[in-house]
Every structure is written in C-alpha cells, then in structure tokens.
C-alpha cells in the first residue's frame, strides 16, 4: 500500500556542463552541504525519512495484516489500495492551496499526524470494510504530504542546486524504504505482528513534532513571499513601480466588481449593436423602396 510509495521525482535542473555532470559525488556532497545549512530544506528531509521509513514498514505488513488479524483473503489487498487511490486523488486537489496558505512547517506536521492516526485506525479496524475507510483517509494527508514536500523543494531549493537537492530527497526516501522493509519482519519476529504493527504507526506519528521541532517558524506572510522568491529565482525580479499613496479614507475603484461590471457592459453593448445595425439598415432599404415609382402596386 504504498502510501505512499514515491513514483518518481518531476523536478526541473538547471542545463550544467558536462564535467559537473560527470562529477556526481562532488554535486551530492554539494547539496548535502546546501541542506545542511538550510533549515528549510534540514527539516522535512529527516522527519520525512522518519514518516516513509515508517512508512514502508506498514507497507511491509500490508499482507500479513489482511490475511492475519483481519481474516481477510490476500486478494482484498486491493480494495485497501484502490481506497487509498480514492483518498489520494481526492488529497491532490486541496494540496496546493493548502501549501500556499499554510507554511511547510504546518502542513507536513498536520498531514504526517493525521497519516499516523490513520495508521492505527486501519490496522485496529474490525472489519474490511472499515479498513478501506482508513485507507481513504490516509490517503488523503498521504497525497498533500508528497506533494507538499515536492513543491517546497521547487520553491526554496536555488536553480543551481535544485537538481541535488531533489536528487538527495529521493536517496532518502529510497533508503527509507528499505530500511522500513527490512526492519518490518525482525520487529514482528521480536513482539507479534499487532504489536509490530501499533508501535511502528506510532513511530510515524513521531515525524509531526519532529517537523515542528527542526523545521523554523516562519515569519507572518512567508508563504506568500516563499512564491515570489521562487518566481524570482526562475524568472528574474520583476521592477517594482511605485505607486502614489492614496489619502486616508479613499476608496479603490478599481476594483475586481467593477471591472467586471465594465466587461458586462461591453459585452451586452457590442451584442446589442450587433443585432440592431442590421435591422436599422433593413428598415432604411424598405423606406426607400416604398419612395420609388409604382412601389405600392407592387406591394
């Protein structure tokens, strides 16, 4: 059930020359270095290891979990994932708009505490059914986790190291999983399989005060100005015009309602036109047959 399973890293990289491209342990000790000294990017990167890490060893279990405790036959594996699917697509839509009001501090703390909740509803649930509901609700904080930890890596990694950036944030969560998998079997070896099970979701609920703790507090509009940096650093800054202060009390007339009430009216003016031109000029033709000689005997 890969929640939260990674396909796969869309990240745009700077066009480099040919030698630092060869030199790859060189460009990894650079963004290591880079994360190191960004608690921004120092942050997600070990509580999110923390989570998947977690994680995969859920992922592990998956089987086991179905066919033991919750008497289920190993194909229902798929009604879990396919609910997983359901609250991934439906956790992809609020994601952005999430990140953007919110800072990456607050999102990745919510969503990894709402992900280990979830975690113990599925593997407590009494039914299948009930556990294809866990699913779905883990599915939903999964996909604004992942996609959260993508574009905060777009917007605070510069150009010139956001290839390693991404490239060390996917190493991570690699080794996540197979640390995850490994651990999995020795854990459930050592105290049983629901036991395994409740302490490794609470282990994921782990990584929420770990983001808190390591991420910085942003300041009041940092999300706000984390966009226009990133905007900046891909497009250069824009100019800025100075506007003359309004006087105290003035209001904007420029605003959204009334430009759009100015656009309505273009638009029902440029129809009306339209439709009346054309029998302005027919009824000027018929006023000029009706004047001609012998007009009316032929009407």
Not at 85 to 112: E, H, K, M, W
Not at 181 to 205: C, E, F, M, R
Not at 254 to 267: G, N, P, Q, S, Y
């Amino acid at each position: 059930m890969s929640l939260i399973a990674r396909v796969g890293h869309h990240l745009t990289t700077p066009k480099a020359t040919a030698r630092n491209e060869r030199n790859t342990p060189a460009g990894l000790r650079a963004g290591l270095a880079h994360i190191a000294r960004s608690p921004l990017l120092r942050g997600p990167l070990i509580s999110n290891g923390v989570f998947l890490t977690a994680n995969a060893a859920l992922t592990a279990l998956l089987v086991p979990f179905v066919t033991g405790p919750l008497s289920a036959p190993g194909a229902s594996v798929g009604y879990l994932i396919s609910g997983l699917g359901v609250g991934f697509v439906v956790g992809s839509v609020a994601s952005r708009s999430l990140l953007d009001r919110y800072g990456i501090r607050q999102v990745l703390s919510a969503t990894q505490l709402a992900s280990g909740i979830a975690y113990f509803a599925l593997f407590n649930a009494p039914s299948l059914a009930a556990a294809v509901a866990a699913a779905v609700l883990i599915g939903l904080p999964g996909s604004i986790l992942l996609i959260s930890v993508e574009t905060h890596i777009q917007r605070t990694a510069p150009p010139g190291m956001l290839g390693r950036v991404g490239a060390l944030f996917f190493a991570m969560d690699s080794l996540a999983a197979i640390v995850g998998a490994l651990t999995a079997p020795i854990l459930v070896a050592i105290v049983g399989l629901t036991a395994a099970l409740n302490a490794i979701s609470a282990a994921a609920l782990l990584a929420a005060p770990l983001t808190w703790a390591l991420s910085p507090r942003p300041p009041p509009g940092a999300a706000c100005r984390e966009r226009r940096g990133a905007w900046q650093l891909t497009h250069g800054a824009k100019p800025r015009v100075r506007r003359r202060a309004r006087p105290a009390g003035s209001r904007r007339r420029d605003t959204a309602w009334v430009r759009l009430l100015h656009r309505c009216v273009v638009i029902v003016g440029r129809s009306s036109a339209r439709v009346v031109r054309p029998a302005l000029q027919c009824e000027d033709s018929l006023r000029r047959f009706c004047r001609l000689p012998g007009a009316s005997s032929n009407l």
